[in-house]
Every structure is written in C-alpha cells, then in structure tokens.
C-alpha cells in the first residue's frame, strides 16, 4: 500500500517502483489528475493487479475525471474515482477494502462510513 502526492515533473519511474503493491492512493491536481505520461504506467500496475485510487489536493475537492482528456484517459486505465474522499482517508479505506471485500475497486467507489458525499456544495461565507 503506497499514497503517492503527484507533483508537477514527476516522472513514471517513480511509479515504476511501486510496482507489485497491492494498492495506490494518488493524491492529484484539481479534479484528480497527473501528468499525461503517467497514465500508461498507471494502467499498467492496475492490468498488474493494483487497485489505484484518485483523491484530490484540493479542500474539499471532488475527483471527476471525465472533464479533462487526461482524466477519461485514468479513467479508461482502471483508475478508481476516490470521489471527495480526503487522500489519507482513501488510503485507510483502501487498506481496509484489500482486507474486507471481495472487489476492493468497486468499495473504493462507494461511500462505506460517511467518507465520501454524494455531491459536493460550494463554501457557504
């Protein structure tokens, strides 16, 4: 199990040594992206058996993944939406699903304790 802050210049061989972990929570930019040259990488530890998990930099942001090409590409890839789901919180959500269900992908998808809003609302002043 790994939680992985993407930065700006990160480069795939850094995800490349996390090859063969069971799980991978990425804490991305906005909406929940990394870098274009990430993607295949990350497709390819999820074909591996990896599941990958999206979460957001942002307070309080939300993943949604089909705004941008990049995130239909993560998408596409098998990268789970980890929705407004704080990154740590995903991450101990994730050890658990590995532990606890059968589908550990689809566990990440869903609000299991109140972790994850149906939908986010803007700050109220």
């Known amino acids: 199990m790994e939680l992985l802050k993407f930065t700006p210049g990160m480069d795939a061989e ?44 942002c307070i309080e942001g939300r993943v949604c993944d089909r705004v941008y090409d990049t995130g239909r590409d993560l998408l596409d890839a098998g990268v789970v939406e980890a929705e407004d789901t704080l990154p740590e919180t995903a991450y101990v959500k994730l050890m658990w699903a590995l532990a606890n269900r059968d589908d550990p992908t689809a566990a990440m998808g869903e ?10 609302t803007p700050w109220q002043a």
């Open 14 to 57: 850094r995800l490349e040594r996390l090859a063969g972990v069971d799980g991978l929570v990425i804490e991305g930019t906005g909406l929940g992206h990394v870098h274009t040259d990430l993607v295949s990488t990350l497709g390819k530890m999820v074909d591996d058996g990896t599941v990958v998990a999206m979460t957001s930099a």
């Open 111 to 120: 609000s299991l304790a109140g972790e994850a809003t149906d939908r986010s």
